[in-house]
């Protein structure tokens, strides 16, 4: 007895019925002259990058001698890329004649699949194909596994027509998602803005301004100082002890106000010999990175910890709001200064060092107005990330029902012609 859809002209099918089963091959190591030609050659790197369902080549393509010694094969314009290594089940159409690495598998259509529905269906077995990887060391979808996947097959008519419509549909989910993600970034945006302006000229749009004397930090307000580093803070070389609290300081968020990670943490231990050379902090000291400082790697520390022999920590001379410099070294005419003070021929190299980092110039506002421009950044932060929490969930249930929308055109489950 036929289901409905089976009825309806829907057969049941599986991949080695509709697709020829293309795999890939990568060129041994250590042969430069077999790399960054003209042979198009991707991998699954390449397609987890993708804006668009269709690929033309990756970041680094073949030599015609890397092609004829590894034995990839190349395949047609409108060929099913699918990765087939974790992540498992990212999908391209190939938009030119292409090859791929042993990561990747080529599902060339036959007459029976139009190309377009191919891909739509190959995308919508995603959970399945995820769940048909097998290995220890990584995860990879076999031939064997891939070629047993089974599915319902419509007509050539109503495979166009599906096609056409998720094409139609999806287009215009896709336009959604990124006018959210347009979003999300101009409040990210207006957040550095608002907050940027309150630690450089105050939170009184009305206040008398002075110029600084210093081109890249312009007019403060007239009550407001402008010093050097070394007036301010002195450099902490105190050593920690085994009982504290081991911090990290990050260019995304400042200085952790918990232990690090089991993993961060013996990966640190391995970047230095000794582990009785990590610095104490306290609360309000100013902890910078010196290789990331030019990359915003600095923060107030909020936890009495240590952290690594790489970092310098700076202390204050006097009563000052630590969370308030944290704001303004991470604004980014701060980091552009700490960037012009580094010391290094390459990004890598660099290091801004102590002695550079003291004769730095810096605005000083009253302590109770740091201490208010801190509550504000912290409202304005909290609003923002609110805002963006609530365009994350709508891109989310977006997403979700792209999902749901595919699977349910390529079953059969909701009609299109």
């Known amino acids: 007895m036929k289901n409905g859809t089976e009825a309806n002209g829907w057969e049941q099918r599986k991949i080695w019925n509709c697709f020829d089963i293309v795999n890939g091959a990568t060129p041994a190591s250590g042969t430069e002259h077999f790399w960054d030609g003209d042979v198009p050659w991707v991998g699954p790197a ?221 990966r640190s231990i391995v970047k230095i010999e000794n582990r009785s050379s990590y610095k104490e902090v306290l609360p309000g000291d100013i902890a910078y990175n010196m290789m990331r400082a030019w990359q915003g790697g600095i923060g107030a520390v909020h936890t009495h910890g240590m952290v690594s022999p790489a970092y310098v920590v700076a202390r204050p001379v006097g009563y000052l709001a630590g969370d308030y410099f944290e704001l303004l070294y991470r604004t980014p005419n701060f980091i552009r200064q700490m960037d012009a003070g580094s010391k290094g021929i390459a990004d890598f190299r660099k290091r801004l060092y102590w002695d550079d980092f003291r004769d730095l110039m810096t605005t000083l506002p009253p302590l109770a107005e740091q201490k208010e421009i801190i509550q504000y950044s912290e409202q304005i932060s909290e609003k923002v990330s609110h805002a963006i929490s609530i365009k994350q969930e709508q891109i989310a249930k977006l997403k979700e029902y792209k999902t749901s929308l595919i699977n349910a055109a390529v079953t059969g489950k909701i009609k299109v012609i």
């Open 46 to 266: 390449d397609l987890g990058k993708l804006t668009s369902r269709i690929i033309n080549h990756g970041e680094r393509n073949l030599t015609r001698a890397g092609y004829k010694s590894c034995g990839t094969t190349l395949v047609p314009e409108g060929t099913i890329i699918l990765s087939a290594r974790a992540p498992i089940g990212h999908v391209a159409i190939a938009g030119n004649e292409l090859c791929f690495n042993q990561g990747c598998k080529g599902l060339v259509p036959n007459e029976d699949i139009v190309g377009d529905f191919a891909y739509w269906l190959t995308l919508a077995q995603k959970v399945r194909l995820e769940a048909a990887g097998q290995g220890t060391t990584f995860v990879e979808l076999s031939r064997s596994k891939l070629k047993d996947i089974d599915f319902l097959l419509p007509s050539i008519p109503e495979q166009r027509a599906i096609a056409s419509f998720l094409d139609d549909k999806c287009a215009k989910i896709d336009k959604a998602v990124r006018i959210k993600e347009a979003q999300i970034k101009l409040l990210r945006e207006r957040r550095q803005v608002l907050i940027q302006q309150a630690v450089t000229r105050g939170l009184n749009p009305y206040a008398t301004m002075k110029d600084s004397g210093i081109d890249w930090i312009g007019e403060i307000p007239a009550h407001w100082e402008v010093r050097r580093n070394f007036a301010l803070f002195r450099e902490i070389k105190q050593l920690g002890n085994a009982d504290l609290p081991v911090l990290s300081v990050s260019i995304h968020s400042g200085v952790s106000k918990e232990e690090l990670s089991e993993e961060e943490n013996i």
